[in-house]
């Protein structure tokens, strides 16, 4: 019965607990014996294990008899907290009538907490706000509630107090879904509409489509149609996601998540916002789907080995079935061969889709220096968004240049205030307000340039504020900045896979952190290698590789002086022409090793 079906997500700050108290919930529903237990159950990604974040928001239907006598559906959904995968979690709350907003007791109400229920709050969900590690010493449960009161306006007396760690209060919060959760909206007579909030790749049965059913049914022996593609496929199999797929022959019913197999290979036909219906009895009208996401990061990804760029074709149209956030399109360039030109949510969204195609289809790839998108006005009132250094125009064709610039909102103890502000100046960031949360809190609002909070920002403030600060961000507009392309030329030639689009007062510092990178990259050859860092005609910035020195005399044995000069000049004159025509070996290290110069900056 669908009166029985609560659908929910767990939000938070990162770090905060919920892919712990996901692990207890499942625990609760018996879905894995105590041996088979491990940590971070939903997250399936050994990258996630490893880093200890959710990158992949998971779903999980749990089994949950509750104390009023009647057994209940639960479909909880895990999202991730870094606000790189801010996406993943607008992708699940659209899935949801409820969410637990968890908080930890430790830390209060942090950046991402307060944009996480923001973002709850616009689709009308249910919060039900829980405090969670009530087991750490350090534990201060008024001042979270005080926190929950005051700034998110949340009733503090409707709290469950959890410790997801030993498992305490955990039965309370589920009576409290239960309780306070509505049951999903929605009709079983209509005709089918269900929205494709995710999918993956299964490489012996296609394309695995995540949905969740508003109305009607969905069952094995059904033709379906997918809205926008227009393509129509009878389904094989539908299920519920209990940790491993588990067939439901019944099929799906409004209410349920759940997924369905229909031998689905065209990839492209498969678009997470998309509604499904039936072909001969399709709904009025579609579903709203998700918003279309903005990339802020760009870099270009190509193969090591030109050989591979099939295969990495091939494992980019994969890993944007399961990342509906990637964009690419086709690139080339002069050093590197054919590639993807990608946008990326941030830095960290970059670095996780790197690790993903080298471990997931054991493919190495090279990335050029990541990059923001800029806007151009040329002289004759033309605009245009340029990413790619290699796009970049002549100046003189150049009106105005644009940067993108943030609102970062910091909250932090009071005690770190002054260094916090000497970064955000040093980022060229203009304070928009301070304000005293409350006596021991600090809320900082920023505007400050996308480019300059993309390398080393949060890693800088983490380490500033001793891991207590808490920074979110929201793209706000552009603003007239001074930008120049910054060329690398080695041995006197541009490499066009190192150039880069800098602020004009950071061009030689970064120009000199480049060009030290790569003098511990580039082997010795026979012959001097000059690497310069150029704007337009002038060096900035330069380092040298010395020559590898062979030892031509060794073959004399005495006699006269002038015999061990004439074979010098002889060695002298042979390097000179090998440095006309000799061509610079560039290992792959060399160009990763640009983008290390950018997160040491």
């Not at 940790?243 to 022959?249: D, E, I, K, T, V």
């Amino acid at each position: 019965m669908i009166e029985h079906i609560r659908n929910f997500c767990i939000i938070a700050h990162i770090d905060h607990g919920k892919s712990t108290l996901a692990d207890r919930f499942i625990q609760k529903a018996k879905l894995i014996s105590d041996r088979d237990m491990h940590d971070q159950l939903l997250d399936n990604m050994d990258i996630e294990r490893e880093r200890g974040i959710t990158i992949k928001s998971q779903a999980v239907t749990l089994v949950y008899p509750a104390k009023d006598g009647k057994t209940y559906e639960l479909n909880l959904v895990d999202t991730p907290g870094h606000v790189d995968f801010s996406y993943e979690v607008s992708r699940a709350i659209c899935s949801c009538e409820g969410a637990l907003l968890l908080i930890d007791a430790s830390q209060g109400v942090e950046a991402q907490t307060l944009a996480n229920m923001y973002m709850a709050l616009e689709q009308n969900l249910e919060i039900i706000p829980v405090i969670n590690k009530i087991d750490l010493p350090s534990a201060d449960i008024d001042m979270v509630k005080n926190q929950i009161n005051h700034d998110l306006g949340l009733d503090p007396d409707q709290t469950v107090l959890v410790s997801a760690k030993t498992g305490a209060g955990v039965e309370d919060l589920l009576e409290a879904i239960v309780a306070q959760i509505p049951p999903p909206r929605g009709s079983r007579e209509k005709n089918l509409k269900a929205l494709i909030f995710d999918s993956h790749y299964d490489p012996y049965r296609g394309v695995v489509v995540h949905l969740r059913v508003f109305d009607g049914r969905l069952k094995p022996g059904d033709m379906i149609r997918m809205w926008s593609a227009g393509a129509v496929y009878k389904v094989e199999e539908t299920g519920l996601f209990r940790l491993a797929l588990s067939s439901r022959p019944e099929g799906l019913e409004a209410g349920d998540v759940g997924y369905l197999i229909a031998g689905i290979k065209n990839i492209q036909e498969i678009r997470v916002g998309d509604t499904v219906t039936l072909d001969a009895l399709p709904c009025e009208e579609p579903l709203a789907g998700f918003k279309e996401v903005k990339p802020v990061v760009f870099s270009s990804i190509y193969p090591v080995d030109s050989v591979d760029y099939p295969e990495l074709k091939t494992a980019m149209e994969k890993l944007k079935l399961n990342d509906a956030s990637l964009q690419y399109e086709k690139d080339s360039s002069s050093a590197l061969g054919f590639g993807f030109r990608c946008g990326f949510l941030g830095l960290l969204h970059l670095e996780v889709v790197q690790e993903r195609i080298e471990r997931e289809f054991n493919l190495s790839i090279v990335l050029t220096a990541p990059s923001v998108s800029y806007r151009i006005t040329f002289n004759n009132g033309e605009v245009k968004n340029i990413d790619n250094p290699a796009e970049y125009p002549d100046p003189s064709q150049i009106r105005q240049v644009e940067e993108p610039f943030i609102r970062a909102a910091i909250i932090t103890p009071d005690t770190y205030l002054g260094g916090i502000i000497n970064l955000c100046l040093e980022k060229r960031g203009v304070q928009s307000s301070l304000s005293y949360l409350d006596p021991k809190r600090v809320e900082l609002v920023y505007r400050m340039p996308l480019a300059e909070v993309l390398f080393d920002f949060y890693d800088r403030l983490k380490s500033i504020s001793r891991g207590y600060a808490s920074f979110d961000y929201d793209l706000s507009d552009f603003e007239p900045t001074t930008l120049v392309k910054l060329d690398i030329l080695i041995n006197g030639v541009a490499v066009d896979a190192l150039s880069q689009l800098v602020y004009k007062d950071n061009a030689q510092s970064r120009a000199r952190k480049v060009c030290k990178q790569l003098v511990r990259e580039i082997p010795r050859h026979q012959f001097k290698i000059p690497i310069q860092g150029a704007v337009g005609a002038a060096i900035v910035a330069r380092e040298t590789i010395s020559p590898l020195r062979k030892d031509v005399t060794a073959k004399c044995y005495g006699g006269d002086i002038t015999r061990k000069r004439k074979l010098l000049e002889k060695q002298k004159e042979g390097k000179k022409r090998m440095k006309v025509v000799g061509n610079v070996e560039l290992p792959q290290g060399a160009f990763l090793s640009v983008l290390r110069a950018e997160q040491e900056n």
